[in-house]
């Protein structure tokens, strides 16, 4: 049996620079509270609040001059505000792609486009693009849904960072049967993209795929999806202890790809845990 991992797999860029931006902090015995996940992925999270990261839902939940980190995803501009207002010493742990995307969005709504986000609605890092709109973007997670568009002024496409590229292309071709004017900025980051292409190969040549992440990963769920669609059985684990003996009966090749926010110590795990099933 072989075990095949994707050359990126787990941390990229923004969320190491966001892990360690708060691990720095946390070093010198501070507590540092975030709002929200720092990053999607509940077992690195769990390892950080043992250290003295507090995860809260409310800004009301966090004491006046306490250390505060902006997480990866980003927030709105107005939360910005009343965190720069209400703790001077804040740190920003958003990542400069997905600040890079809300300059996007910004722009486009200050140039007067009507702006697209393709995305999801309820996902954070949109929710923080749509806010430079003052709100009034179009999020698109469904294509099809573009070729019934109309917008009166210039459309200015851009799209969440984590998005499959497929998805961008098809709106963007789909949004031309009602629209001529469209300007299109690419905002999906190059860590997504490599991951996708690489899980898209991987899944080619091997007999199942097992992707490491955390459930409410938005670019984990499209590293499975991608996986899927290759056809071959594909399991979707935030940890070692979720794999089962009986997926890896008759298998010679196993390829293992791992999301954004994965640490190398679950991917670690992962490994070692087939090794002992097989
Ligand atoms: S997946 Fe891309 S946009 Fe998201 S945190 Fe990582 S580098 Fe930044």
Redesign the pocket.
Known sequence: MQIIIAKNAGF????KRAVDIVEKELGKKEKVYCLGQLIHNRQVIERLEEKGLVTVENMEDIPDGAKFVVR?HGVAPEVVEKIKAKYGNSLDAT?P??RRAQLTAENFYLDGLDVVICGDSQHAEVIGINARTKNSATIISDPGEAKYLEFKKTVGVLSQ??QKAELLKSTVNNLLEKNKKIIIENTI?L??STKQAEVSALAKEVDIMIIVGGKNSS?TGKLVQLSEAQKIPTYHIEKSSELQKKWFGNIKKIGIAAG?STAKFLIDDVVDKINELC
């Open positions: 990229c860029f923004g969320v990866s990542c792609f997905v960072t984590t980051c860590d997504s670019n954004a």
